[in-house]
């Protein structure tokens, strides 16, 4: 079993940063890629951003050029820093991992946190 902890998200002003983290935790897999998604109240659940183990890494539009996506492997840790928040950017945020088990390569299975919420609110 795998399990993905965010943290790090509160309110804060508009124009202002935030930084949020990913745990992820449990034994015998390896982490293809790692990412951010987030929902707005009335709304679905969007790509915030999202990077995989090569290292490529993609964007939101909305949030693209304001957003940035890291990884720790090591770790097993993924950020998300947020930059020039707008209240539009007010949601909750999800972790998500696509997990490969390190005995079987062909069995892959996606996770999600509980997902935390950031308000942009002055």
């Known amino acids: 079993q795998v399990q993905l902890v965010e943290s790090g998200g509160g309110l804060v002003q508009p124009g202002g940063s935030r930084r949020l983290s990913c745990a992820a935790s449990g034994s015998f897999f390896s982490l293809d890629s790692m990412g951010w998604y987030r929902q707005a109240p009335g709304k679905g659940r969007e790509l915030v951003a999202r990077?995989?183990?090569?290292?490529?890494?993609n964007y939101g539009d909305s949030v693209r050029g304001r957003f940035t996506i890291s990884r720790d492997s090591a770790k097993k840790m993924a950020y998300l820093q947020m930059n020039s928040l707008k209240p539009e950017d007010t949601a909750v945020y999800y972790c998500n991992a696509l997990v490969r088990k390190v005995s079987d390569p062909t069995w892959t299975k996606n996770y999600w946190g509980q997902g935390t919420q950031v308000t942009v609110s002055s």
């Open positions: 990077s995989t183990s090569g290292g490529t890494t």
